[in-house]
Every structure is written in structure tokens, then in C-alpha cells.
T-cell receptor, first 113, second 114 residues
Framework: QKEVEQNSGPLSVPEGAIASLNCTYS??????FFWYRQYSGKSPELIMS????GDKEDGRFTAQLNKASQYVSLLIRDSQPSDSATYLC?????????????FGTGTKLQVIP | DVKVTQSSRYLVKRTGEKVFLECVQD?????MFWYRQDPGLGLRLIYF???????EKGDIPEGYSVSREKKERFSLILESASTNQTSMYLC?????????????FGPGTRLTVL
């Protein structure tokens, strides 16, 4: 079982719709959860972080965390063509005194105009 | 704004060459990381450093070494480049070990080994 799992997609949504991206993780002691956006040929850019159960909203983005079920999701409201990118889920936990970050392989999102 | 820079965006080397990839951050971050990213495999940690002259192996250190002589600079070295090291290499830095600390990436170096 992978430490962090994401559906590779592509996930296609029409412009203006809600895009829902999901991520599951295997280690129950994970503490921090991140969503990065990566445009083709570019480096990952942090868009959301979440540390406690529930929802966290930032503009059109909402991160949702459910530690009991070990999943974290990202909702993008009013999706725009500029949101088309690969979204990486990252999970951080304490490992041997260090904060170890494990990334999922990413979900490719396509927003259709 | 945090700035992480990498020495080259694109690099082409021949098999057997020694390759240096350099990363510099300007935010006095303690932790620095080297990843490689390959299609279908995602981001994989090669090495990281939590302080000057300190280094720790990540998940795939074989064929690589690192150097951190100054806090702001973290170098990745391919002693004898091979074609299976063709990849996108990403450097990142982070303040410390608190679980809320944010990790920032550099622009990446796309390395091709012929």
C-alpha cells in the first residue's frame, strides 16, 4: 500500500464547476497535510495546508481533513481554465526525529472552457 | 517572499560525467531537500540536510551525494551520471521541524543524461 494515494486522473470538469480532488494516506500518526499545484514543466507551488479535522477555506479553495478515515480532499469552486494543473497531496509525519514529507503522484485536473 | 534558486533549468550531460546541481535559499532555512520527479513515480526524496555539514539519506540516495558547506547552499552531486538519472530535480527548503513549517520548492533542473 502506498503511503499517499491519489487518482492520477485526468479529472475533467467544465469551467465554473466544482473540482473535487481526493487523497488517502496510510500512516495514522501523520500530522500535517498539504496540497501543491504543479503546472506542466514547473515546480510545485503550495496552495493549502491543513492540520486539524474539518474544513479550511482560502478563496476558491477548501481543504477537508478526516483523520479517522485517513483522507484529505481539495475542493476548487468556480473552476477556471487556469486551474488546469497537476495537484499533489503531501503528508508530513515525524520519523526518527525529522519531519518526513511523502508526496502522492498527483491528480491531473483539466478545466474545460 | 521565500526564494529558492537552482543553478540551471536545463542540463545535458554524458554518461560517466560528474554533475553538480546547486540550490540556494535566501530565507535562512535550516532544512534543505533534494527530490527527483519522474512520471508515474511522483516526487522522491534523495537527500536532505537539517543543518550545515549535516546530511541524511532519503528514499533513493544511491548514485548521489550531497554537500552543505553553508546554510544557504545545498549541492547535489552525481559522481558518474547514468541514463537512469535523467529526471527533473527539485530542491526545497523549510524553516525547521515544526509540523506547521512550510516547504518551498525551487524552479527545478531538468537533467538529461545521454
Amino acid at each position: 500500500q502506498k503511503e499517499v494515494e491519489q487518482n492520477s486522473g485526468p479529472l475533467s470538469v467544465p469551467e465554473g464547476a466544482i473540482a473535487s480532488l481526493n487523497c488517502t494516506y496510510s500512516d495514522r500518526v501523520s500530522q500535517s497535510f498539504f496540497w501543491y499545484r504543479q503546472y506542466s514543466g514547473k515546480s510545485p507551488e503550495l496552495i493549502m495546508s491543513i492540520y486539524s479535522n474539518g474544513d479550511k477555506e482560502d478563496g476558491r479553495f477548501t481543504a477537508q481533513l478526516n483523520k479517522a478515515s485517513q483522507y484529505v480532499s481539495l475542493l476548487i469552486r468556480d473552476s477556471q481554465p487556469s486551474d488546469s494543473a497537476t495537484y499533489l497531496c503531501a503528508v508530513r509525519r515525524n520519523s526518527g526525529g525529522y519531519q518526513k514529507v511523502t508526496f502522492g503522484t498527483g491528480t491531473k485536473l483539466q478545466v474545460i472552457p | 517572499d521565500v526564494k529558492v534558486t537552482q543553478s540551471s533549468r536545463y542540463l545535458v550531460k554524458r554518461t560517466g560525467e560528474k554533475v553538480f546541481l546547486e540550490c540556494v535559499q535566501d530565507m535562512d532555512h535550516e532544512n534543505m531537500f533534494w527530490y527527483r520527479q519522474d512520471p508515474g513515480l511522483g516526487l522522491r526524496l534523495i537527500y536532505f540536510s537539517y543543518d550545515v555539514k549535516m546530511k541524511e539519506k532519503g528514499d533513493i540516495p544511491e548514485g548521489y551525494s550531497v554537500s552543505r558547506e553553508k546554510k544557504e547552499r545545498f549541492s547535489l552531486i552525481l559522481e558518474s551520471a547514468s541514463t537512469n538519472q535523467t529526471s527533473m530535480y527539485l530542491c526545497a527548503s523549510r524553516t525547521g521541524q515544526r509540523f506547521t513549517d512550510t516547504q518551498y520548492f525551487g524552479p527545478g533542473t531538468r537533467l538529461t543524461v545521454l
